[in-house]
Every structure is written in C-alpha cells, then in structure tokens.
C-alpha cells in the first residue's frame, strides 16, 4: 500500500496520465477522420475500406483501457475511501467501466440481444470516452484555477484560449462521432446528408464548423 501511495502521489505519475489521455484524444481524432471519409465514401457512392484501421483502433482502444483501469486501481488503493470524495474521481469510474462494457461484456451480450436499443447504447457508451479529456483539468493546476475564476492577468489569458480550444477539441469529437449515423442513412435525403457531412463529416470538418459558430455565430 505505501509503494502505491508513493507513486500515485508522484507529480510524474499526474504528468504521465495526463501524457496518456492526450495521446488517446489524438486517437479519437484520428478516429474521427477515418470515419468521416468513410462517410464520404458512402455519399459520394465510391468503394473504402477501413478494415485495418478499424483494427488498429481497436487494438489501441484495449490498450488504453487496460492502462487507465490499472491507473484506477492504483488510486483507489492508495486513497481508498477519500478517492471517492471527488466528483472528478466517480467520472473516471464511470469512464473505464463503460470502456470494460463496450470492449468486453457488449460482446458477450451482444450475441443475445441483437436489438436497436442495445447498439445505441454502445454507441453512447463510446461518447462517454470523450469525458476522459475532461480529466486534464485535473491534473493540471492552471486549468483548475480557470475553472473557478478567471484572472486578468496575461498567463490566466493564455490558458483561457487554451481551455477554450480544449472545448472545442471536445465538441468536435462529440459532434463528429453523433452525426456519423446520420450521414450514413441511406433513408435520410441525400442532400441534407450530404450538408451535414460538409460541416461535420470529419473532426476537423466539426472543429472548423464549432471554431466558425464561437468566432461568428449567425455568419
């Protein structure tokens, strides 16, 4: 328990976590872009295939978890029934047990319950991976301070654009990943379909289109 304690409450162990969630953002956005051009791949009526990719992403979905699940454990031990006492802490909970049901129990229950209502909630499931970017502010003091006021000096106007496009980075995922199903309904009028994925088919499609809706909204 003491070595535990030891390395959770290292600044290195902080830093390496918050390494980690960062890297598994760039994967979602990369993510996001594979599954925009697949999208448009179906509008445009061109044959794509993403199978290694989806393979790849997979691969790096299992790892990730594993990762975070063991950095959980670590924290719950050292902390035990204090790591409880954070909001932040029971999101991160919620986080790596919807990642343990999506990658595992989904695939067992799945074989049961081929239902619309069951893929829509795996699909929610994914969502809730974006809340692990959310984690950054907590482990990282300037963010924190933003959180609960906003100062006028210089440096608190550096990290309020850097909070700012963090909330972006967010937004594009999200956005990107809810819209996929949309764009991909054959049922749903080509044009709309095709609007639609001129604005948010891809994360760096969503991310102009939210970057456009901040700096002008109504333009």
Aim: proline content about 2%.
């Amino acid at each position: 328990l003491l070595r535990s304690w030891t390395l959770v409450i290292n600044q290195k162990f902080d830093l390496s976590c918050g390494a980690l969630i960062v890297a598994n953002a760039f994967v979602m956005v990369a993510q996001g872009e594979f599954l925009g051009q697949e999208a448009g791949a179906a509008i445009e009526g061109r044959p794509y295939s993403a199978s290694v990719a989806d393979s790849v992403f997979l691969t790096l979905d299992h790892i990730f978890f594993w990762v975070f699940a063991v950095e959980l454990v670590l924290r719950m031990i050292a902390y035990k029934v204090d790591y409880f006492k954070t909001l932040f802490n029971f999101m991160d909970v919620v986080i790596v047990m919807s990642a343990m049901f999506e990658l595992y129990i989904s695939n067992m229950l799945s074989i049961d319950t081929p239902n619309l209502s069951f893929v829509r909630l795996i699909k929610l499931l994914k969502l809730v991976k974006v809340l692990r970017i959310f984690r950054v502010l907590r482990l990282f003091h300037q963010l924190r301070v933003l959180l609960v006021a906003i100062s006028a000096s210089v440096s608190a106007l550096v990290w309020s654009i850097v909070f700012v496009v963090l909330v972006q980075f967010i937004a594009a995922i999200f956005i990107t990943q809810v819209v996929q199903s949309f764009i991909l309904d054959a049922s749903a009028p080509l044009q709309t379909r095709t609007a639609a994925y001129s604005f948010f088919g891809r994360w760096s499609h969503s991310l102009l289109t939210v970057y456009q809706m901040a700096l002008a909204p109504g333009a």
